[in-house]
């Protein structure tokens, strides 16, 4: 049976405190129908069971909303095997393939509060073919290809061997071609069962078959990338196909994705990334990748404060988390409103950036407005342009931070966000330039446009608009080239930043040996921040951090 729904407010405190008593009770693991959400409220420190209504192998889908609770996958046992959303992550969707005996849990934080759990849908699977078999180009794999080709026992301890090496020196595999160059072999050691084996992450943008080499249990992938490249990756197993559209099985990879198991290096660095193989991301940087100097804590730096409020709008019907953020020991002189408020919480510390570049003089001393999204769903239909959403923020959002005492004149207002909130934060500050006067876009979502148009809607608007008192930060990476005949984000960056400063507006142009990644957009954040809140300072130069990335073009 599923847990039904209690609202708070229709009970009185007694009543409250004997329901969350009840529901503290350990349950047996309840049924978890698609369509069929379950909803209620928990206790502090709850837990609740589902067992998916589905065969294992199909590969389940859904969304999750519960602040301060976890969602994870456990064994029959009991045993974790999987953290699907974490704690403050929500509301967010998730996608797992459902294996013999495994169960749905929800456990609450310290605090009682409702949750909302709901399994959109199941795909069975389908076939899939293995990746074909190439020469690798890696003098290493070559040397070890050589070794199989001869056969004897000599094979089986040249593989063994090469584990052990790269145990020791981690991988991926970098060999350097040139000062500037490296080839860089991402590698899996599959199992006999192995099928196939994708790249989450790849420079090229797709999700790149890994091939295996030969009589052996390695995979591999290989690229040749500047020195100064910077990504996180996942390596996904034998990645279900099912029988959906394409974008289904484009998806399906977020089901098996999972740190490389050799490589210790993890994004974002907490602790609770180590939790299990499946938390965060796989860190590349070769030598040269762009230092980014503002995320690492400094404990001599002071530290404002964070407070989490609930924002309801009217406009669009809905209510969301918004995070506020105040400097520590002074006025706020600057204003940074943020888009994703849980990505640039959780894996961007954005507060710690902030109170970093303020330290050292870069910035002045700015707070942070931070905006959820009030479902994974809203976030397609909000931050596209969206004449609704503007409203949202122009009647509802900015003239409550005003009453926070934290509004700023427009010019020492910035707007960010990243993919579709870097296209939000253009289109905010075209249709409302009196709050904003800066826009500091990461990968900004510019092919964008509404169904039946040719893409690159907001440059036509922008191209057909009186010029604002608006000043741009435009960055994105050389790793997000178009595909498949499709505008890509680097393509579309370069155009609007053509488009703008054909109209007369200042835009500081970046790009890097990057993808669409958060671990590149926290140095970013950083960079565009001094750009727009102080562009003296940024014109100076900021050594390598901000200055080594071949810009496209100049302010």
């Known amino acids: 049976m599923i847990p039904l729904p209690i609202a708070p407010q229709a009970l009185p405190a007694r009543a409250l405190l004997i329901a969350c008593a009840a529901l503290a009770l350990p349950a047996a693991a309840a049924d978890l129908a698609v369509g069929q959400p379950a909803q209620g409220l928990l206790a502090p420190s709850q837990t609740l069971r589902w067992q998916v209504q589905a065969p294992p192998g199909h590969v389940a889908q859904g969304d999750f909303d519960g602040p301060g609770a976890v969602l994870d996958v456990i064994g029959a046992d009991g045993r974790h095997l999987r953290r699907l959303v974490d704690a403050d992550s929500s509301p967010q969707g998730f996608t797992w393939q459902v294996q013999p005996g495994q169960q749905l849990q929800v456990r609450a934080g310290p605090q009682a509060g409702p949750y909302a759990l709901h399994l959109r849908r199941t795909l069975a699977p389908a076939t899939d073919s293995p990746a074909s078999a190439a020469p690798p180009e890696s003098p290493r794999l070559r040397a070890l290809a050589r070794t199989l080709a001869e056969g004897g026992t000599n094979a089986a301890e040249a593989v063994a061997a090469f584990w052990q090496e790269r145990a020791r020196q981690g991988t991926p595999l970098v060999e350097p071609l040139s000062e500037h160059e490296s080839l860089v072999t991402f590698l899996w050691r599959g199992t006999p069962a192995t099928q196939s084996v994708r790249l989450f992450g790849s420079p090229s943008g797709d999700h790149d078959p890994l091939r295996q080499l030969p009589g052996s249990d390695v995979w591999w992938t290989s690229f040749r990338m500047p020195a100064s490249a910077r990504l996180s990756y996942r390596l996904a197993p034998d990645v279900p196909r099912v029988q959906g559209s394409a974008s289904d099985n484009r998806r399906m990879i977020l089901a098996t994705a999972q740190r490389d198991p050799l490589n210790p290096r993890a994004f974002p660095a907490r602790a609770d990334t180590q939790l299990d193989a499946f938390q965060g991301h796989s860190v590349l940087e070769l030598p040269q990748a762009p ?255 901000c200055d080594s990335s071949n810009p496209a073009s100049a302010m």
């Open 291 to 545: 230092p980014q100097p503002w995320v690492t804590p400094r404990p001599d730096v002071a530290q404002g404060t964070l407070t989490r409020h609930e924002v309801s709008s009217r406009i669009l019907g809905n209510q969301r988390p918004v995070w506020l953020y105040r400097p520590a020991n002074a006025e706020p002189q600057a204003l940074l409103v943020l888009f994703d408020a849980h990505a640039y919480l959780q894996d961007v510390p954005t507060p710690r950036i902030v109170d970093n570049l303020v330290a050292d003089g870069l910035i002045p001393p700015t707070a942070v407005v931070l905006i959820a999204n009030p479902s994974p769903e809203a976030r397609g239909t909000e931050l596209p342009p969206n004449p609704q959403f503007a409203r949202f923020l122009d009647e509802e959002l900015m003239p409550w931070v005003r009453t926070q005492g934290l509004a700023r004149p427009a010019a020492s207002t910035v707007i960010a966000g990243s993919s579709y909130g870097g296209l939000a934060s253009a289109y905010a500050a075209l249709q409302l330039p009196h709050w904003f006067g800066g826009v500091l876009s990461l990968s900004g979502s510019y092919w964008w446009a509404p169904p039946g148009e040719i893409p690159g809607y907001l440059q036509r608007a922008y191209a057909a608009a009186p010029q604002r008192p608006v000043r741009f930060y435009l960055d994105a990476g050389r790793y997000e080239a178009a595909r498949a005949g499709q505008d890509g984000i680097l393509e579309t960056n370069r155009h609007l930043g053509d488009v703008l400063r054909a109209k007369g507006y200042a835009v500081t142009q970046r790009e890097h040996a990057t993808g669409h990644d958060y671990l590149h957009w926290q140095g970013a954040l950083g960079c565009g921040l001094v750009a727009l809140l102080n562009p003296a300072r940024f014109a100076q130069g900021l050594g390598k951090a």
